[in-house]
């Protein structure tokens, strides 16, 4: 069999009214009390990540548009969010963290909200740097697992698979958070308003968030709404073969 083939091209989505209301609506834990997470609970959250990544994306003037490829198999697009965006974070995370306390060193007089937009840098850098260890140690492997078995066409019983629904569970929810974090350093800068008086390192740190927002949320929306979805799918296809 031919592995699937998904497509990188923009989804539509519903926007929420509200961007911090629609932060509030990703962080929801919508399975039903002492319930398992099953695949349509996290089809719906992922819909509602989607709907909400979309409106904050749009507040950074981000559109999810791919430019590399309209398809491609389930580890490429791995490949290239490891390439494009945890590599990205990896970089600019120290270099944004260095500038934030190098500004409050010059000019935290002047701009006290540098105090807390410092600290949440700090705590989304832990957090992110988490996930992606996470994504790329365990459900990043799972995943092209589920692909190879895909292509050597064989059969595989239930008991065989690790189960990728549960780890994709927890990582929608710490992408709920990041997403959330980031959202907050946003509303403490005024959306990266600069001062009259913002020095060079300034300036350089509000730009580097907004670079870093337009990243992360086309990040996000990759492996929420496109690598998640099709590995959720090829296991079932695996399944039910």
Do not use: W
């Not at 600019?92 to 701009?111: F, K, N, Q, V």
């Amino acid at each position: 069999m031919t592995p699937p083939a998904y497509n990188l091209q923009a989804i539509e989505f519903d926007q929420s009214p509200n961007t911090h209301a629609g932060v509030e609506f990703l962080t929801t834990d919508y399975r039903p009390a002492n319930s398992r997470p099953n695949s349509q609970d996290i089809t719906r959250k992922g819909i509602l990540a989607g709907a909400v990544l979309a409106t904050l994306a749009k507040a950074a003037g981000v559109e999810f548009a791919a430019t590399d490829s309209t398809s491609s198999p389930l580890t490429s697009l791995i490949r290239h969010i490891v390439l494009a965006h945890h590599a990205f974070i990896r970089s600019e995370l120290p270099r944004l963290y260095s500038m934030a306390e190098l500004s409050i060193a010059t000019c935290a007089g002047l701009h006290p909200e540098l105090f807390p937009v410092s600290r949440k840098l700090r705590r989304l850098a832990g957090d992110l740097t988490f996930n992606m260890n996470k994504e790329e140690t365990i459900l990043f492997r799972q995943i092209e697992s589920l692909e190879r078995i895909h292509a050597a066409s064989t059969s595989v019983s239930q008991a065989a698979l690790a189960g990728i629904e549960d780890p994709i569970e927890d990582i929608l929810r710490e992408h709920a958070a990041a997403a959330a974090l980031l959202g907050q350093i946003r509303a403490e800068t005024r959306s990266f308003f600069l001062p009259d008086d913002a020095c060079t390192t300034l300036t350089g740190l509000y730009k580097g968030f907004e670079a870093f927002e337009r990243n992360l949320y086309r990040h996000l929306h990759l492996e929420n709404n496109l690598l998640f979805p099709g590995a959720i799918a090829l296991e079932k296809e695996l399944l039910a073969a």
